[in-house]
């Protein structure tokens, strides 16, 4: 019940959510103009930027690029330094190069994998100025990039007066992320932030109280109690899909997410954004039956993992197995949230390119192993903010051109046809996955010296390809159970993040402006229809297979394989109880 609440009130409030979207994204005049408005302009003269100014894909790419080098260098320098800068009440130190690299990539690249420990190592002025900072500058660079995409399925903005061939105006990188954090994530992380602050969830930047511990006698007497603006920043750790915490136990510390109502308001804000980018899409394509088979997709998808991650947990912890009542699995959950709303907070969470968690991932039984990474893996279901709904259109067109293959036609989408320079850029899409989280598991899992993980055997392997995965996913969750702040953990994913992030923004982006120069063929009765039934179970099974065939092996060697060897290990335990009671059975007798 508490389920399905959390799932209706997420498609309720994302609907006109996404219609707002529409409007502040679309060029045209809208009420909250005269709001931010002369903010806006106020920013850019300041920046010396012409907001009216239109790019192409060249020209917006370099922006995004360039913008992100921007912002990592200034992250990284005050990483380092915080030791020597103000709002630093509790005398934290510096953190060492290589956690400082992978701190400052992980947040740029809207990942928030965290290889330290948030309340332990870093200051309040790092925490506001850095992280927070970050958290919603980046979602909104990758909305900005969704919204060049898809105005370039569209033909640009110029498409009325450009000639065939001519380079297309998909929009202004910079308005479109000034407008984003401002008329967007500002204000949804300023009512999530006060709703927060009323469960009990800290906003303050007071020094962190020390308090006698309630039980005597031992040898610690006092604690102290780690404190700070926090509920700002979960909530746009929330919204912004960025899932990085305050604290090293992110929303399964009772400081972040006290109370039934705090998660199910983080719960919600997890994908409330991500569906609403699919409405917003909708609005910008002037495509609603494409929004709503879209919605269908992904819907479809979101809930067989959350039902099969749901069921999972509800099923006994084999490892305890003779030694506890048969319950579901609670091992790594917090108590007041139980396991189903655990296993919707990890399925989601995974869906959204989030990351955050309100339990132990490293717990959960395999099935629900097996789901959170194939939510990352897909990396399509929802997604994150932009980014997500671009890796949606890529698995359209690799849809498109074997549906076209199926009917003997040359793909099109919107009138415009896939050609071998866009099926090109498509092929590395293909396996860039793959092919990076693939090899470095392999290189990690070569050099047991370098894993540090707590679990040997298939679960290890498991620990090992899920750190990469959430790292290329730009995810950030962790199976955790692994050493990782160390210099092999922090500079091989800091590689994984990067490549990760920008190939699959850049290069659909670099296909959406090709195709944007094409000319528009009319639709007519031999156009493959992207609107119905029967090419939303075409995409389906295209996602499904492409991601089965790229991953198998990888299952089978983790989650597959783990749930198999439980399963033998439970068959013996219950035939060995048999024997146990027959033996007692034979024993009673014979007394």
């Not at 091992?331 to 959204?352: C, H, I, P, Y």
Request: net charge neutral.
């Amino acid at each position: 019940m508490e389920i399905m609440l959390i799932l209706t009130l997420s498609l309720l409030l994302a609907w006109p959510l996404g219609v707002y979207m529409t409007g502040i994204f679309s060029g045209q005049a809208h009420w909250s103009d005269r709001l931010f408005g002369p903010l806006e302009r106020g920013i850019f003269k300041v920046l010396g930027i012409n907001q009216q100014q239109g790019m192409d894909w060249k020209s917006f790419g370099i922006a995004f690029l360039l913008s992100n080098l921007l912002l990592g260098v200034i992250a990284f320098l005050l990483l380092m330094l915080q030791h020597l800068l103000p709002l630093n009440p509790d005398g934290v130190g510096p953190l060492s190069w290589d956690l400082a690299l992978h701190t400052a990539v992980s947040f740029l690249t809207n990942t928030n994998q965290q290889h330290y420990s948030g309340q332990a190592q870093l200051s309040f002025l790092s925490q506001s100025f850095v992280i927070v900072t970050l958290q919603f500058v980046t979602p909104a660079m990758g909305l900005a990039v969704c919204l060049g995409v898809l105005r370039g399925l569209l033909g640009g903005r110029n498409q009325a007066t450009a000639q065939e061939g001519e380079a297309r105006d998909l929009g202004n990188y910079y308005q479109d992320t000034v407008r984003a954090v401002l008329r967007l994530m500002i204000p949804l992380a300023a009512i999530v932030a006060l709703a927060l602050s009323s469960q009990g969830v800290p906003s303050t930047y007071q020094p962190s109280p020390t308090v006698s511990v309630l039980e005597q006698g031992q040898s610690l007497t006092e604690q102290k109690i780690p404190l700070g603006p926090v509920a700002a920043m979960v909530a746009i750790k929330q919204l912004g899909t960025n899932g990085g915490g305050w604290y090293g136990p992110n929303s399964a510390n009772p400081l972040e997410n006290p109370t039934p109502l705090s998660n199910l308001i983080e719960t919600i804000a997890l994908v409330l954004i991500p569906i609403a980018v699919v409405f917003m899409a909708g609005g910008m394509l002037r495509q609603r039956g494409f929004a709503l088979m879209s919605l269908g997709v992904m819907g479809f998808l979101s809930l067989l993992c959350v039902a099969a991650a749901v069921y999972s947990e509800q099923q006994p912890n084999i490892a305890f197995a003779e030694l506890a009542q048969s319950s579901g699995n609670m091992e790594g959950k917090e108590v007041r949230f139980g396991t189903d709303l655990s296993a919707l907070w990890a399925t989601l969470t995974t869906q959204t390119s989030n990351g955050s968690v309100n339990a132990m991932h490293d717990s959960l039984n395999p099935l629900a192993g097996l789901v959170t990474r194939s939510g990352m893996l897909i990396n399509a279901i929802w997604g994150g903010i932009g980014c997500g709904f671009v890796n949606f259109i890529v698995y359209v067109w690799i849809a498109v051109f074997i549906a076209g293959l199926m009917i003997g036609r040359t793909p099109e989408i919107f009138g415009r046809k896939l050609e071998k320079a866009e099926l090109s850029a498509l092929g590395v899409l293909l396996v860039l996955p793959s092919a990076v989280i693939l090899l470095f598991t392999a290189i990690t899992l070569s050099f047991p010296a370098l894993i540090g993980n707590s679990n040997p055997g298939l679960h290890g392997i498991s620990q090992v390809f899920y750190e990469y995965t959430s790292a290329f996913a730009n995810n950030g969750s962790g199976f955790e159970g692994l050493a990782d702040n160390t210099p092999w953990w922090n500079i091989t994913c800091v590689i994984v993040l990067l490549l990760g992030r920008y190939l699959p923004l850049v290069i659909p982006l670099y296909i959406a402006g090709m195709l944007a120069k094409k000319r528009q063929i009319p639709p007519s009765a031999a156009s493959l229809p992207l609107a119905n039934v029967t090419f939303g179970v075409t995409l389906l099974t295209v996602i499904l297979i492409l991601n089965f065939l790229s991953f198998l092996p990888s299952m089978v060697l983790g989650p597959i394989g783990e749930g198999l060897a439980e399963s033998h290990i439970e068959t013996i335990s219950q035939q060995t109880s048999a024997i146990t009671t027959q033996l007692q059975s034979v024993t009673g007798g014979a007394q």
